[in-house]
């Protein structure tokens, strides 16, 4: 993937402008005629490429708003696709359709690189911070349709392009809810709560790390590191559920 991430950055170059081409390929992704190019722009840029000219504002407030919305479209759609299921499987299986992982997954199968604004720095370097860019311009952009064309759109192009690729792909059937997870084992076996710590952070307030260290009383399970904490929690919980596993062949 990130072979096909350097390429597309040779290609166009961090510096993107919204151009005609651009907006018109927005409008039939959308499936909408965009009358605020304003609104996508500000989707679009991720805080490392603001200046004091054109760029003032970041894509945080819509990609919190966005993320509110994808939240419900995707339970609603749970809801009458499980008819069957209680809430507890609806919960569960809910994460999967909203974490980095699908929506970046999601953000490349519209090509969504091709239209964001960010710093070269971070689009020049291989790293894992492309996911999480990608993942929360998708929540804003979300934030800019639902904003502009209305709930009806917003909920038709996340059946389309997150929605309905998950169901058809089965991604409802995998658990990588590893907190979940862990929990269930630590109650099983009537341990303590696991607990997450903020161990670490590091890196400037754009590009930010955290590292999170779970714990079940004062025995350290597992570590992990992402650029947010949910992310760090969700891999600390799997480094735990690894060495559980280990600890138990060895046994």
Do not use: W
Not at 208 to 217: A, K, L, Q, S
């Amino acid at each position: 993937m990130f072979k096909f991430l350097k390429k597309i950055i040779e290609k166009f170059g961090s510096k993107q402008i919204l151009s005609k081409k651009n907006l018109e390929k927005l409008e039939i992704l959308i499936d909408h005629k965009i009358t605020d190019p304003q609104i996508f722009i500000e989707a679009l840029t991720h805080r490392s490429y603001l200046d004091s000219k054109k760029f003032k504002v970041s894509n945080e407030r819509l990609e919190f708003l966005g993320d509110a919305v994808l939240g419900f479209v995707v339970a609603e759609g749970l809801f009458k696709v499980f008819g069957d299921k209680d809430e507890g499987f609806l919960t569960k299986i809910r994460s999967n359709f909203v974490n980095r992982n699908s929506l970046y997954d999601a953000a490349v199968r519209i090509d969504l690189i091709h239209f964001v604004f960010v710093s070269k720095e971070l689009m020049a370097a291989e790293n894992l911070g492309i996911k999480t860019i990608l993942a929360d311009a998708l929540e804003a952009l979300l934030g800019a349709i639902y904003l502009h064309c209305g709930i009806d759109t917003c909920r038709n192009f996340i059946l389309k392009y997150i929605f309905n690729p998950n169901i058809k792909m089965g991604v409802h059937l995998v658990d990588e809810n590893y907190k979940s997870q862990l929990l269930e084992y630590a109650q099983a076996v009537k341990l303590e709560i696991p607990k997450y710590y903020v161990i670490n952070e590091e890196g400037p307030e754009h590009e930010r790390y955290f590292t999170v260290e779970v714990r079940i009383g004062q025995q350290a399970l597992g570590e992990g590191r992402a650029r947010n904490k949910k992310s760090a929690e969700q891999d600390a919980a799997k480094a735990a559920l690894h060495e559980i596993a280990k600890s138990k062949k060895s046994s």
